[in-house]
């Protein structure tokens, strides 16, 4: 080794981790095609194998080169199909790779390593499946020799024998290190290599012996001895080596000078496995000492790993970019010196753009592919699958993700615990699988994706689940939470109890996964990464492990906030939304659940924290008052309103909700009647609009309220000083483009010091949260606006409207007194809402009309009007009394207008009776003593609706939801006849009234039609399925109507014919 | 490896001296870094009372700690004389804020004299001891005592 140049050394050591890199997959997938060999994957496996030896050899790492040649030994008879690759076998050449490896890490002590365990192993495969006859030869030496009786290396019978066949030549090759290598700039190794390509090295030594003194003849300093196994004839050898004739010997057993080796006892001592009497080795007992071995090792080798292979590509790029970089500092020195604004500002946007691309590519240069972690996973799965009595399938996706190398590394231990705890917790036995009614073998499966700026990694498996009922009860009783506590807890919180501290490694200390790292080893690492993890488990049917990552941790983007006079950057993988919360919605949005404010968002409760306020910083705006101060709030608060309002237009219907006509006074009565109730309650205090960043902590959301959003900016993180590593609600720290410092928030540690948990769970919460889902519920209606007049705005629900034309004044036709046009073939009659209804203004006569058609009675007929408006989707309100009359249902604001809706109905049955003349029929001779249960939950539809069943004259019963609507059936049993129920409802839908309906036997005989927006072929298979008889529009009466009048008198029928 | 390599006992020592309040007080130059002026600092909420905030020193951030209260003298105001001393600690740069930059005198450490007792317990764990310079006494200020301790 003396002579040997640490480089080459270096370069034997990095070229064989790559060689390892891929093995243990290969191997497995040797294994997985057991006796179907792929001949193309053994020789890969036996290349790697077999270029380690040969470097080994001539590095003298004896150790290395034996165990790599027993392995070749193995390989070659796999190859050669001589032994089938069954998991004991493949078992064994895994752990010697796992050896193997260990040796290359820490190449200088490799010499020292006992290796005695594989070779017994790997000779007793090898000679278990030889002939008799050939056994011997395995423990047979045979000496080389020189000519001149020097003995240069001893090889076993058994290996000489086995490369002659197939008609290969034995070679003894001598290359002088110093004349044939050095000279001609090469390193033993690329001879090697090359030798590789055409042969096999059966062994190769360096000639200590033969370096003389420094009297001796200088030309033949450093023998090197290979015997080399080839099917290259004689003839080209000394081209192919580029070697002198004299330097290549060939050798021929048979009639070889050698005899059996001197002292043969000594190696038959050394590998008692050769002998025939040995029993097979046995894989169990080694694959636990060994593996235990290699997680010690592995960790060293990530650590070790200090150089770094860059694709020469992005080196040049890397070159390009330096050059322009120095480029643009010479503009803008040029520019500088000649004072040009404008240069300079070019110069400046160069040195931008390269400024960004050079900092892309150092970050690629840090680049590796997950994969480098991914591939151990089959191993890991299959090992301890086996060791567990479990079958296994591990699908793997996404290879090709690239993260930072520190990631990557730091990655490595979390995932492998992860990957234990489903194979050992998750998936169950074959036997208990069978009796759930799954597939024997379980799956893991492990995925990496991209995905919104972020590395998205998931570990799923279809096994038993994670029962949070459990984890809860565990965790209570080590005294991690409280009960209290865990009562409000969500399913999802209740989960990421395990990855408390204190809470994995009590519990598993006796398994497998509970080895070296717990859960909360697992979270730390995560985190100490920026990474997040989710929990989702359903019991029985598996759980999912979901880790998001950033791609570097050097350069994160963040969202810079404000609050009191400083800024603060929030990592961007943290932020969900950002929400501005109006000061006129704050009421309706911000609920107080016990001491914790929560934001009510689209039904979710989402607890919030004040940046400020949990900072301790100083309050900017004035404390809450008492009494005394609230005149002058209150002016505070109306004049922000009204300046909200005039920027938010669509803020307007909830501020003005249920006022006339008077909007300007209403504002700010309104206002002022909202704020002495914000202050009255003592809900929420702040001023002003809120900003709310949304963040994201793992196990669950909240909102942060800031005074001020700034720019998302990619920022640089620098860590804290040791005084300040300790407070967890920062993560580090960045320079602004100013040069002032900004704190980086550390989204968990701010929760976790605000003693925060989601509130989803409680009582209060599930109130609030229904209350919340009723308003989205309520009385949201689309509708159509148009006017007749500037002045005037007019709406009608959208649901009746079937098309707007635009139509020529011309077009219009009277005849009879009436207006008609003609529309798709027939002559549509045409009618303007002032035909009706007095007090509104005409249409004006003009050239271009619009016509609104409407299908009612399966009759179509127009509106006229005079400009479409908008379609707006309101939540509304209508006054039904100050503009009441014949044709309209009320008044209401949309978009700063006082608006009329009109009854689209009433409207068309005065101004044409005649189209209702077959409803007259109907409703004519049918009993009127029929009461019919309504549930609805828009105040506006189910008046609507009750007003309209009332005037084909029956008794109608409303309830505001289905629940209301099944207490009220209780009750009120023996006068309902019918129910119409709509399908959208809290509490309980239709489908849910319907089902329960048709379950009791008191109500079951109950004909319900359900009344919808918008029926879809599913709701109308689900509705049936329900037990619902029928289906119609909301607000097309007449069918509607047609239905209840077709069930009356079916029910009719029925009593009549049970009368007689 | 820490920076705080004291120079050899015996020896002349250059220590720099500075007051606070009306205090002499001196640090061994060997871990003063640099002196600068006042400039901007970002408040870290949450953080000890005797942390001031952070600074960026030519892209580092550095944590500046008010000595006066670290020492439980007072609560420093700043002035246009006050400076803050960057002291290398640990592989990183810590600033200590001082109320005025006076000398640098040569000093032997053999004659440093024990804190006097009357000196709260807490003050005289800070420091090395107490040196007469032309019949000015000077408290020295240990620099890794001052700044491992983090309580408070």
């Not at chain 1, 009562?487 to 990421?496: F, H, P, Q, T, V």
């Not at chain 1, 006082?898 to 005065?910: A, F, G, S």
Request: aromatic share 4%; with cysteine; proline share 4%.
């Amino acid at each position: 080794m003396t002579v040997m140049d640490d480089e080459i050394l270096k370069m034997y050591v990095d070229e064989s981790r790559e060689h390892l890199a891929n093995i243990e997959a290969d191997l497995l997938a040797i294994e997985d095609r057991g006796a179907d060999i792929d001949d193309e994957l053994v020789n890969k496996v036996f290349r790697a194998a077999h270029s380690l030896k040969g470097g080994a050899a001539f590095l003298n790492l004896i150790r290395i080169k034996e165990l790599a040649h027993k392995m070749e030994n193995v390989l070659d008879m796999i190859r050669a199909r001589e032994l089938v690759p069954n998991p004991e076998v493949i078992n064994i050449l895994l752990l010697s790779f796992d050896c193997l490896r260990e040796m290359i890490n820490s190449v200088d002590t490799s010499n020292d390593v006992d290796i005695s365990e594989f070779v017994v192993s790997l000779t007793g495969l090898t000679a278990a499946n030889l002939p008799v006859a050939e056994k011997q030869s395995v423990s047979n030496m045979v000496d080389i020799a020189l000519p001149d009786g020097r003995i240069v290396m001893h090889i076993s019978e058994f290996d000489l024998n086995h490369a002659q066949m197939g008609g290969q030549f034995i070679y003894l090759i001598v290359y002088d290190l110093l004349n044939d290598v050095q000279r001609l700039g090469k390193t033993p190794l690329d001879i090697l290599k090359n030798m590789i390509e055409a042969g096999v090295i059966l062994e190769s030594v360096v000639d200590m012996g033969a370096i003389g003194t420094l009297d001796d003849e200088p030309s033949r300093l450093f023998p090197f001895y290979i015997l080399y196994g080839t099917i290259l004839e004689p003839d080209i050898m000394p081209g192919f080596l580029q070697l002198d004739g004299n330097a290549i010997r060939k050798i021929t057993v048979s009639p070889l000078t050698a005899k059996p080796a001197a002292q043969p006892e000594t190696i038959v001592a050394k590998m008692p496995a050769a002998r025939e009497d040995i029993p097979p080795p046995q894989p169990e007992q080694g694959s636990t000492n060994v593996t235990e071995k290699t997680k010690q090792e592995r960790k060293a080798d990530t650590s070790q790993e200090t150089s770094l292979r860059v694709n020469v590509q992005l080196l040049e790029s890397l070159m390009n970019l330096a050059g322009e970089l120095v480029l643009g500092r010479n503009q803008l020195y040029q520019a500088i010196a000649q004072n040009e604004a404008r240069a300079i500002k070019l110069a400046g946007q160069r040195i931008s753009i390269v400024t960004s691309e050079l900092q892309e590519a150092i970050m690629q240069t840090r680049m590796q592919s997950i994969s480098n972690i991914f591939n151990k996973f089959p191993r890991v799965v299959r090992d301890m699958a086996k060791n567990l009595g479990k079958e296994i399938i591990l699908n793997i996706e996404g290879k090709e993700v690239e993260m930072d190398k520190t990631i990557i590394e730091g990655l490595s231990d979390p995932l492998t615990h992860l990957i234990r705890n489903s194979v050992d917790h998750g998936v169950e036995t074959p036997e208990i699988r069978i009796q759930a009614d799954k597939k024997p073998a379980g799956t893991v499966n492990l995925r990496a994706y991209h995905g919104a700026g972020q590395v998205n990694i998931e570990i799923s498996d279809d096994g038993k689940g994670i029962d949070p009922q459990k984890i809860v009860a565990a965790a209570i009783a080590r005294g991690l939470v409280t009960s209290e506590q865990a009562r409000i807890m969500s399913d999802k919180e209740k989960m990421a109890i395990i990855l408390l501290p204190g809470f994995s490694t009590a519990e598993k200390i006796t398994d497998i996964s509970g080895r070296g790292v717990g859960m909360d080893v697992v979270k730390t690492n995560l985190d100490s990464l920026g990474g997040q993890v989710e929990i989702e488990s359903e019991i029985g049917k598996g759980s999912t492990f979901r880790i998001k990552l950033p791609l570097t941790l050097a350069i994160i983007p963040c969202l810079f906030v404000s609050a009191g006079d400083e800024r603060f950057a929030i990592p961007q993988a943290n932020v969900e939304e950002l929400i501005r919360i109006r000061a006129a919605q704050i009421k309706e949005k911000i609920e107080l659940v016990g001491a914790a404010e929560v934001l009510i968002l689209r039904g979710k409760m989402i607890p919030i924290l004040n940046l400020a306020r949990a900072l301790g910083m100083p309050r900017t705006y004035p404390a809450p008052p008492d009494g005394g101060r609230e005149p002058e709030r209150r002016i505070q608060i109306a004049n922000r309103r009204s300046r909200v309002s005039a920027l938010f237009p669509e803020a307007k219907t909830a501020v003005v909700d249920g006022f006339g006509e008077n909007v300007p006074s209403a504002i700010k009565d309104m206002s002022n009647d909202q704020s002495k109730r914000l202050t009255g309650d003592r809900r929420f205090h702040a001023v002003s609009d809120l900003n709310i960043v949304i963040v994201t902590s793992g196990a669950f959301e909240y909102g942060l309220v800031v005074e001020g959003l700034h720019d998302s900016i990619e920022i640089v993180v620098k860590p804290l000083g040791r005084h300040l590593k300790a407070l967890r609600e920062y993560a580090g720290a960045t320079i602004m483009g100013d040069g002032k410092v900004a704190l980086i928030i550390d989204v968990n540690g701010l929760a976790a010091l605000s003693g925060m948990t989601s509130l989803a769970g409680t009582t209060r919460a599930m109130e609030l949260a229904d209350e919340s889902r009723r308003d989205n519920f309520q009385d949201i209606q689309s509708f159509l606006l148009f006017s007749n007049t500037p002045e005037e705005q007019l709406a009608v629900p959208l649901d009746l409207v079937q098309r707007i034309e635009q139509i020529k004044a011309a077009e219009i036709e009277k005849i009879g007194g009436r207006k008609v046009m003609q529309y798709r073939g027939v002559s549509m009659p045409l009618f303007c809402v002032n035909d009706v209804v007095g007090n509104i203004h005409p249409v004006p006569d003009q050239k271009d009309y619009i016509v609104i058609v409407f299908s009612l009675t399966g009759k179509e007929v127009g509106l006229l009007g005079t400009t479409p408006l908008d379609i707006t989707e309101v939540k509304i309100s209508l006054d039904r009394t100050t503009l009441k009359q014949k044709g309209i249902m009320g008044s209401t604001i949309i978009g700063k207008h006082t608006t009329l809706v009109l009854d689209m109905h009433e409207l068309v049955e005065t101004a044409f009776p005649e189209l209702f003349a077959e409803r007259e029929r109907l409703v004519q001779g049918m009993d009127k003593d029929f009461t019919i249960l309504l549930a609805e939950d828009s105040e506006f539809f189910r008046h609507q609706v009750t007003k309209f069943i009332e005037s084909a004259g029956y008794k109608v019963f409303a309830a505001e939801d289905g629940m209301a609507a099944w207490e009220l059936l209780q009750e009120k049993e023996k006068e309902i006849n019918l129910v119409v129920t709509d399908i959208e409802m809290p509490r309980l839908d239709g489908f849910g009234l319907a089902r329960n309906i048709r379950a009791n036997r008191r109500f079951a005989h109950l004909p319900i039609i359900a009344v919808t927006s918008l029926a879809g072929e599913d709701d109308f298979a689900r509705g049936k399925e329900a037990g619902i008889d029928d289906y119609q529009v909301k607000l097309d009466r007449e069918k509607l109507l047609k239905s209840i009048i077709t069930f009356m008198r079916r029910l009719k029928d029925v009593a009549e014919r049970q009368d007689t | 490896m820490s920076a705080m390599t004291k120079s050899d006992g015996g020896k002349q020592i250059l220590i720099s001296t500075f007051y606070l309040g009306d205090t002499l007080m001196g640090i061994d130059t060997v871990c003063v870094q640099e002196v600068i002026r006042i400039i901007e600092m970002t408040t870290v909420f949450h953080a000890p009372e005797h942390i001031l905030g952070i600074i960026n020193l030519r892209g580092r951030i550095v944590t500046i700690v008010d000595l006066a209260r670290k020492l439980d003298l007072f609560e420093s105001q700043i002035t246009p004389d006050s400076r803050i001393i960057i002291v290398q600690w640990n592989d990183e740069y810590v600033g200590l804020l001082v109320d005025r930059i006076h000398d640098a005198v040569y000093a032997d450490r053999n004659n440093f004299i024990p804190p006097p007792p009357s000196i709260k317990e807490r003050q005289g764990h800070f420091l090395e001891g107490v040196y007469n310079a032309n019949d000015h006494l000077m408290a020295i200020v240990d620099v890794d005592k001052v700044l491992a301790d983090t309580d408070k």
